[in-house]
């Protein structure tokens, strides 16, 4: 991809919404999963001072994470395909088709 930078800089921006949804999602594992923990725990007296408002908290980091993270695979699949288009390209123009064939049995045909 470093022949083509504009959809290097494409990738790159997915990535990094990726990461940051990853992010979100390690710090949602850990603010849903601690007062889950903590009621389920065999001492009465943790289980009645739960903190509650960190599974909002976490929720809140979900409701965050996901469309950060469908936005990121959204990039680099855009940039992928535009990719793959360019490399579909042979010089002159013409494009190469593969084409998976199903009639005997199964293979595949490559145009020219």
């Known amino acids: 991809m ?13 990535r990094g919404a990726r990461n940051t949804a990853n992010f979100f999602g390690g710090v949602t594992s850990f603010f849903i999963g601690w007062p889950i923990g903590q009621s389920m725990s065999s001492n009465s007296y943790r289980r009645s001072k739960t903190p509650w408002w960190m ?14 993270n469908n936005n990121g695979i959204k990039k680099m699949k855009s940039a992928f395909k535009d990719y ?25 045909r490559l145009l020219f």
């Open 84 to 108: 793959n288009g360019q490399l579909g390209n042979n010089g002159d123009g013409k494009k190469v088709d593969i084409q998976i064939v199903v009639k005997d049995g199964v293979g595949f």
């Open 2 to 14: 470093r022949k083509y930078p504009d959809l290097l800089n494409k990738y790159n921006e997915g």
């Open 55 to 68: 599974l909002g908290v976490g929720a809140g980091f979900t409701a965050l994470a996901i469309p950060i």
